[in-house]
């Protein structure tokens, strides 16, 4: 007899039979495992090296020092600085997630011209005519994102070279003027419409102090720090009338109830201040200036003019960085014919989607930076921020393109040298080294070279503090017009010149 | 032209208008399959089960069609064991009936979990505090069981017992059905409990949390109760629609009323049981943990006529029609109680899944709610249509209902052809 | 173990209510620290992941004495029969006898999702989708934690690599003991108002031992008796009763 069907069917199933006694199921049961543990397109960290590498944080005027754990050279998170003169240990949501920044699209790459790509040197030609052509009421302006720089001092060189520049920084940037505020000392803040809790200062500062302050907020909106306050008076900000009636309050007259509050406070825990664009004249009431636990005055300080002082359609050339104020504030101060705007920015939203020539500059921690003075600080200021990742080739920073500009042979790290030059020649101050917390006088570091390299490793020159005279009232921050997209301007800023949008809020 | 594979002495529609029945029923399956496949290829985010909602709608079904099949165990119990001959009649139609459960129960797990290639993990690393270990290990060998137990009902095609060696593999297999029985009620009795353990354990859940008998919440002895008493209603109503459809008498008019008493008379100490667990969690269980019991019963739609509605309109209705002969008579009343009696169970395991999961736990909760994706649907239609199919063939092919051959049937004319009888070489 | 073993651990946290301003810097620490995936854009926040999520409540005040306080939630690593251990069907949660750390093993889990029903504090997520970075992120993954797959269960377990890491540096200087501040998880370690405390519980000298112990402190769901770790305080009376027990509720509270 052949092989019939029947001999296959019981000689298949012997052999599963068989089979079932054999290692071989078993073991491909188990390498069964062995795929769904390494599951394909999931990525694996990389492997290397772990290294400590210090910087400080550009993002907000705030200049919070950072201490990254590095993977040979890529930053793989971030943290603060224990012991930080302005910031304490402490970095906010966006500076802990600083390195994930160049992963994020919508970079500006090549410098555009109308939308197309061409060589930096040819925007450089383009933009030096356009200057040249410049008439007696056509006048060229630099838009400053961070004011106070040693960068800022190569734009305001630039333009006094022009017959007409206008040097221009948005008011948040520096909200005080000369003045530093003595939060450690203060003991009541009257906030008309700051982001206290969200977003100004330094977060590590301000919620260090927090349990030694009463915050008042005045704002109509139930934000974040309103929903927070020890009391909320729900005023719109800029209400001058209320401003008016804790005056009266705080002199002892009045009968707005909301107003009775507030002077009740501010009268039961002194030193108190007023912060925010509504404050009118209520630090000369509350004699806040050049007093312990109010605002301290510091060197340094040059001012910038307002946008909105520049009369509108004046502006013939435009440079602005990055996106440091709403569109709609530029847009009107720009020349009704053949304007030209240059956006120096890393990102192809904001700016760049108005600008006729777009340079590409670089990110936080993608090339040599610098921090001015911390926001609110009342000592001058000065960090240099090392680069810790490689920049794309073909960014400039907005510096160097206007050195460029001004056919100056420096470079900005030069420049940077300079400065930092001109700090140990001046021998005020100490330097806090990030890495072991130290503060040392500059006076006490041997050489530049040693003060250059003490910054590079990570470090933050503070000045000495300056004798203080009460008079005058710092400053109020302008109010922009536009209403805030967040109450964390650092926030507002991102969501302006990027891409980068927050998450909703959900009940759950 | 089929009609050599029909079993001897009755009549099956043509096999024209048979594969017009199938037809939309191998779409629905080809459809379902697809939706599961999606679901397997591309991850569990098709479905729209989250982080609150863990379970969601093949959970439920799980566990509903695991209580509705256990109408198999307890028949078989009920005829093996306590020798109630009269069940002879629907025990074949109850072994398919709850394989089809079991097995589509197992295949929507599959689908259900994460990662299906690790389902063997859990007879690995098994984890002997954890209800879910317990039933797995059940599951998997209770639809052995019913393999082996249907493996008999399709070797008794009149074409495969053509083939001497599986007329004696099924005469042997036969001789142990007690055994199987046996084996079979001792491990529903545990998964079907555990399944009600699996809720009833939940420390973090005071809805559905209950104190118990050593490591047996109540919940446990509620599921395994009310699933006995499921079951024989669950047989009734598909008995009585499959001989709706085909036009047949499948069955002797003493059959579904003693069913129906069967589960009548489990109903009972159930509904009573259930009152007292409900009064002590109400009491005392819920309270101790810091829950009022009746915090639970504020959200919309989920009010408390539900727990009425589970108690006494879904239990304790039924259960006194089922218990009154002369209403037992009456096919009318008698479907309708076994209809009353399947939706109170399927309300109960609907309240200890979904129910529970979208009840706030942390005080600053909220209710949730859930739907689900119509890849989820999708697939529980492809398990339904599945089932359909089983049994569709089952019911052409092979002798679901011993009984039949000796009813009278009514005459259809489509049936006109002629059953050749082959003798039996 | 040997005999000069030094006496198990009780690692928890007390976190300040008071303080927590809610900006989310410790979701984002946990974020970064664990190699969370970003969300896909079709995720919402009940599919998304999040070891540690802040939660908003109020005092219920009407406008304008309304006033918010934030909780941040996360593992709760109960000690007492841990809800999610004893469920898990593969034994792919364990409980460490030496930190008391509840630890979640992603490889071995099935994804059957019985531990996210037991868990009352909502702290385990499931992988709805492959892990997906947006190109060239993944260089900034921590070595020091796996990633994940799709279809398994993940939360926090008090960035055990830390304490890996803590240890094996301990071990280089010679020592079996942790000194304090050495072992920190991501959460406490970026959160701007030092709001979470980390430590010993059993250790009566540390800080966190100390704040357990006092009257502003309480556990979330403590009738349930799972023995948390994790102690909450403030002397705001509305926020720990909005946030302890169960209270009676609204019925049009819903998400």
């Given at each position: 007899m052949g092989f019939t069907r029947r001999d296959l069917l019981k000689f298949t199933g012997g052999s599963a039979a068989g089979l079932a006694f054999t290692p071989v199921p078993w073991r491909l049961l188990r390498d069964s495992a062995l795929v769904s543990e390494n599951w394909p397109g999931v990525p694996q960290p990389a492997q290397g090296e772990i290294r400590t590498r210090y910087t400080t944080c550009t993002l907000c005027p705030a200049a919070c020092g950072v201490r990254a754990r590095c993977v040979g050279d890529q930053p793989v998170s971030l943290a603060g600085v224990p012991g930080h003169p302005a910031s304490h240990a402490a970095l906010c949501t966006v500076g802990l997630v600083g390195h994930h920044l160049p992963f994020c699209g919508g970079r500006a790459t090549r410098a555009l011209a109308n939308g197309r790509a061409v060589a930096i040197e040819q925007v450089l030609a383009r933009v030096s005519a356009a200057i040249a052509q410049c008439g007696p009421d056509e006048s060229v302006a630099i838009l400053d994102a961070r004011p106070g720089r040693a960068a800022s001092q190569v734009y305001r060189r630039f333009l006094a070279g022009l017959d007409n520049g206008i040097y221009c920084a948005p008011p948040e940037a520096q909200p005080y003027g000369p003045f530093g505020i003595d939060l450690e000392n203060t003991r009541a803040i009257l906030s008309f419409g700051v982001p206290v809790l969200d977003g100004w200062l330094s977060p590590g500062r301000v919620l260090a102090n927090r349990s030694h302050f009463q915050l008042i907020q005045v704002e109509a909106d139930y934000s974040r720090t309103a929903s927070l306050a020890d009391l909320w008076v729900p005023v719109a900000a800029g209400d001058a009338a209320f401003a008016a009636a804790v005056a009266h309050a705080l002199r002892g007259s009045g009968e707005d109830a909301h107003a009775a509050d507030v002077a009740r406070i501010l009268g039961a825990n002194q030193p108190a201040i007023a912060i925010g664009g509504g404050a009118g004249n209520l630090n000369a009431i509350l004699d806040s200036v050049g007093r312990p636990g109010g605002f301290l005055r510091r060197r340094d300080y040059a001012p910038a003019t307002d946008l909105a002082a520049v009369p509108d359609?004046?502006?013939?050339v435009l440079l602005a960085e990055e996106s440091a104020l709403p569109w709609s504030l530029l847009e009107r101060k720009l020349a009704t014919r053949n304007a030209v705007v240059v956006a120096l920015t890393p990102w192809l939203d904001g700016y760049a989607r108005h600008a006729d020539y777009v340079i590409p500059a670089p990110l936080y921690l993608e090339s040599l930076d610098e921090v001015a003075?911390?926001?609110?600080?009342?000592a001058a200021g000065f960090s240099l921020s090392p680069a810790l990742v490689a920049a794309p080739v073909g960014v400039m920073a907005p510096a160097d393109f206007i050195l460029r500009l001004a056919h100056d042979a420096t470079s900005y790290a030069d420049v940077l040298k300079q400065r930092v030059a001109a700090l140990k020649k001046d021998g005020r101050g100490t330097v806090f080294t990030y890495s072991d917390a130290k503060s040392t006088r500059v006076q006490d570091i041997a050489s530049t070279s040693d003060l250059w390299k003490t910054l590079l490793g990570g470090a933050a020159w503070v000045d000495d503090p300056v004798p203080q005279v009460s008079t005058g009232f710092p400053i109020p921050a302008a109010e922009t017009g536009d209403p805030p997209l967040h109450s964390s301007p650092l926030m507002s800023k991102l969501e302006r010149e990027s891409g980068l949008r927050p998450a909703r809020r959900y009940a759950i | 032209m089929d009609s050599h594979l029909m079993p001897r002495g009755v009549r099956r529609c043509p096999l024209a208008q048979f594969l017009l029945w199938i037809l939309p029923w191998c779409a629905l399956l080809a459809f379902g399959l697809y939706g599961a496949g999606l679901c397997l290829v591309k991850?569990?985010?098709?479905?729209?089960?989250d982080n609150r909602f863990a379970f969601g709608l093949w959970i439920f079904l799980d566990l509903t069609a695991i209580a509705l099949g256990a109408g198999a165990f307890f028949t078989g119990f009920l005829l093996y064991i306590l020798k109630k001959s009269e069940l002879k009649a629907v025990i074949n139609s109850a072994v398919v009936i709850g394989f089809i459960c079991y097995s589509g129960a197992v295949a929507a797990l599959l689908v259900d979990v994460g990662q299906p290639l690790r389902f063997w993990f859990t007879f690995w690393h098994p984890n002997v505090h954890s209800m879910l270990t317990e039933i797995t290990f059940c599951i998997t060998c209770y639809l052995t069981v019913l393999c082996i137990e249907y493996v008999p009902i399709v070797l008794k095609n009149r074409k495969l017992r053509q083939i001497p060696s599986f007329l004696v593999f099924e005469f042997e297999l036969h001789k142990s059905m007690p055994v199987l029985a046996g084996v079979g009620t001792f491990l529903s009795f545990f998964h079907q409990g555990s399944l009600g353990g699996l809720y009833g354990v939940l420390r973090g859940r005071p809805f559905a949390f209950r104190e118990g008998f050593a490591i047996w919440p109540s919940t446990f002895f509620l599921f395994l109760l009310s699933a006995a008493a499921a079951g024989p209603a669950f047989i009734l109503l598909t008995t009585w629609v499959v001989s709706k459809i085909s036009g047949k008498q499948l069955v002797r008019a003493a059959v579904l009323p003693l069913l129906g008493r069967i589960s009548g008379v489990l109903l009972i100490p159930y509904v009573l049981l259930k009152s007292v667990d409900t009064l002590v969690w109400i009491d005392r269980t819920a309270p101790a943990r810091g829950f009022a019991a009746h915090q639970f019963f504020i959200w919309k739609p989920f009010g408390a006529w539900m727990l009425f509605a589970e108690i006494?309109?879904?239990?304790?209705l039924p259960a006194l029609i089922l218990l009154r002969r002369h209403l037992r008579q009456s096919t009318g009343w008698l479907v309708s109680a076994a209809v009353l009696v399947c939706l109170g169970v399927t309300l109960n395991r609907f309240v200890l899944t979904l129910q529970t999961l979208s009840?706030?736990?942390?005080?600053?909760d909220a209710f949730l709610t859930y739907m689900p994706s119509w890849q989820e649907t999708a697939t529980f239609l492809a398990v339904v249509a599945y089932g359909v199919l089983i049994y569709s063939f089952s019911f052409r092919y092979l002798t679901l209902f011993p009984e039949e051959k000796d009813l009278p049937q009514p005459v259809r004319s489509h049936e006109t052809e002629r059953v050749v009888m082959e003798p039996v070489c | 173990m040997s005999a000069t073993q030094t006496k198990p651990a009780r690692y928890g946290m007390a976190i300040d209510l008071d303080r927590c301003t809610g900006c989310g810097a410790c979701m984002i620490g946990c974020a970064v620290e664990n190699n969370v995936p970003p969300a896909r854009p079709e995720a919402t926040p009940r599919t998304g992941i999040t070891w540690m999520r802040v939660y908003q409540i109020s005092n219920g005040a009407p406008f304008p004495d309304r006033r918010a306080a934030f909780i941040p939630i996360l593992c709760q690593q109960c000690g007492n029969e841990t809800p999610c251990a004893a469920v898990c069907p593969q034994e792919a949660v364990e409980v460490d006898p030496a930190t008391g750390i509840v630890d979640q093993m992603p490889q071995r889990c099935l994804g059957c999702r019985y531990c996210m029903a037991a868990c009352p504090y909502h702290a385990r997520y499931f992988n709805w989708w492959d892990p997906q970075w947006p190109p060239g992120m993944e260089r900034t993954l921590n070595p020091d934690v796996a990633t994940r797959m799709r279809g398994v269960v993940e939360k926090c377990n008090f960035c055990h690599g830390r304490l890996h890491a803590a240890r094996t540096h301990a071990a280089t200087e010679g020592r079996r003991d942790l000194l304090p501040g050495e072992y920190v998880p991501a959460c406490a370690e970026a959160c701007p108002a030092e709001a979470i405390v980390f430590g010993d519980l059993n250790d009566a000298a540390s800080e966190v031992a100390k704040l357990a112990r006092d009257g502003h402190s309480f556990r979330i769901l403590e009738r349930l008796g799972t023995d948390s770790k994790i102690y909450y305080r403030t002397a705001r009376a509305w926020v720990r009763a909005a946030a302890e027990e169960p209270a009676a509720r609204k019925e049009n509270d819903r998400g």
């Open positions: 359609h004046s502006i013939q003075t911390p926001a609110g600080s009342t | 991850g569990l985010n098709q479905t729209n089960m006494l309109l879904f239990g304790l009840l706030p736990t942390l005080p600053f | -």
